[in-house]
């Protein structure tokens, strides 16, 4: 697509429930990023993928995230047994592959806003 | 682990000001990078700095990735009422792209 899209944009779950999270890249674009923005923070660094190999998990706060990529383009998220204090903006971003120079520069989506109530 | 240090964290400035923000980290990093982002919008990119000592300009805005590959600063000059928003630096280093906590800047009426 032209742009990364990225879906719910919304999203409001009960603690305890699990939630996925999904990312469109934009078509051709090698290199997957999620990053996590809490109220008025900065972007929280997730997990990183070049194709559908994800080389830097390091990011992922818990074992109740994972991720996946099928295909070298669209990317889930899931986050089981939601806390509170996994709300937040999760963003996705794609670049064209995830080494030097102008490639890596990021495309971000809007952003899928999940409240744990 | 790396982190970008960024500052300062908010501005109240006039219309018309210049702003100046900067990041520096403890780590080299090999590509800095500048965003904006709106309310309710992922971060868009402003300027991307490749080299030590480059220094990039994209109208209003400036942009130099310090000699030390530790540093970088954004200057925008005659600041409007769109320029209101938070700015994020970014560093590039090995697989990771990390991200400072980001400048809010607001323009008082």
């Known amino acids: 697509g032209a742009g990364v899209s990225q879906s719910p944009s919304n999203k409001v779950t009960e603690k305890g429930k699990d939630v996925e999270l999904r990312c469109d890249p934009i078509?051709?674009?090698?290199?997957l990023y999620w990053y996590r923005q809490s109220l008025g923070q900065g972007l929280e660094f997730l997990i990183y993928?070049?194709?559908?190999?994800?080389?830097?998990k390091s990011g992922l706060p818990s074992d109740r995230f994972s991720a996946e990529r099928t295909g070298g383009s669209v990317s889930t998220l899931t986050i089981q047994r939601t806390q509170q204090e996994d709300s937040a903006v999760y963003l996705c971003?794609?670049?064209?592959?995830?080494?030097?120079?102008?490639?890596?520069?990021?495309?971000f989506g809007a952003g899928s806003r999940l409240t744990v109530l | 682990g790396q982190q970008l240090n960024q500052s300062p964290q908010s501005m109240f400035i006039q219309e018309g000001e210049d702003v100046s923000m900067n990041c520096t980290s403890s780590s080299i990093f090999n590509t800095w990078l500048w965003y904006k982002q709106d309310p309710g919008e992922g971060p868009v990119l402003l300027i991307a700095?490749?080299?030590?000592?480059e220094l990039t300009s994209n109208g209003r805005l400036t942009a130099q990735f310090g000699i030390t590959r530790k540093d970088s600063f954004l200057n925008i000059s005659a600041s409007i009422p769109s320029d209101v928003g938070i700015y994020f630096c970014a560093g590039h280093r090995d697989d990771k792209i990390i991200f400072g906590k980001g400048t809010r800047l607001h323009i008082l009426p």
């Open positions: 971003a794609s670049s064209l592959s995830g080494g030097l120079g102008g490639a890596n520069v990021l495309t």
């Open positions: 993928f070049q194709g559908n190999s994800a080389p830097d």
């Open positions: 078509s051709g674009h090698t290199a």
């Open positions: 700095l490749y080299k030590a000592g």
